[in-house]
């Protein structure tokens, strides 16, 4: 039997998923970050197919979405869009230590996945926390500043109103360098990376992502055993069911 809980780290709401024999012992664990709009319970089709393979899944709400979610317009998300992104990297360090401070997960097998923004966000954790052994991207990007300003470009040619001055976006895009896994490739190091993007996204570019994994592997900062990269020349930006099962079948194979 599998155990959906919901815990609460201060004030993030996670979903606490695992078969029965592992609700209260230390288990392999995979945190799966949700998209942009989205929230933890549409993902619990990845957690009940890696639950079953023995491995705990932990499913947080991004700030203003899910539990979170809060009084709040499509606009004003899009706006905050690498606010939520930034808080999200560091409320995943708070969620991991209060699970391994309870003895619920093996510190030495952590593995991080994610959607859309989710997995822009497991790209920047990257960046940041080494304990993360297992990583996986679906319709993601570790470009942060090339995306930033394609998002800024975007909001320009539609005529929507930039709330703050051209000065303040420009700054703020310049301090997401140093979560940005593309300016830093040799952070990586030898952590095994499955990155899954269909060709036909017009959410997040999926060039971008190609020209990341890419330069990972001509300039010598990987190899194909360490970094899988899947496309689908049909997909837009949705993740399918095929797709899942790959991620679900590496994260199995390598956590």
Request: glycine share 6%; aromatic share 10%.
């Amino acid at each position: 039997m599998i155990h959906i809980h919901t815990d609460y780290i201060e004030d993030v709401p996670v979903l606490n998923v695992a078969v029965e024999e592992l609700t209260d012992k230390p288990a392999p664990t995979l945190v799966f970050l949700h998209g942009f709009t989205s929230s933890k319970e549409q993902n619990l089709s990845y957690a009940y197919l890696l639950a079953q393979k023995g491995i705990r899944v932990l499913l947080p709400d991004f700030p203003l979405h899910g539990e979170r979610e809060g009084d709040f317009s499509h606009e004003e998300r899009s706006w905050r869009f690498w606010e939520i992104v930034i808080q999200g990297i560091g409320e995943l360090e708070k969620v991991m230590d209060h699970y391994i401070t309870k003895l619920l997960v093996d510190p030495e097998r952590i593995g991080v996945a994610g959607t859309s923004m989710g997995g822009i966000t497991m790209f920047g954790a990257l960046t940041q926390y080494d304990w993360i052994k297992v990583c996986v991207s679906m319709m993601g990007t570790p470009c942060y500043e090339q995306f930033a300003n394609l998002m800024l470009q975007s909001f320009q040619k539609e005529g929507v109103d930039v709330p703050v001055s051209m000065m303040e976006l420009e700054q703020k895009i310049r301090d997401l360098k140093m979560f940005d896994l593309s300016q830093n490739p040799e952070v990586l190091g030898e952590r095994p990376l499955l990155i899954w993007h269909g060709e036909a996204d017009s959410v997040v570019p999926y060039q971008l992502t190609k020209s990341f994994h890419d330069r990972l592997l001509q300039d010598g900062y990987a190899d194909y055993n360490q970094v899988k990269f899947i496309t689908d020349p049909a997909a837009g930006h949705k993740v399918t069911r095929d797709a899942c099962h790959m991620a679900v079948d590496w994260i199995s194979n390598n956590l």
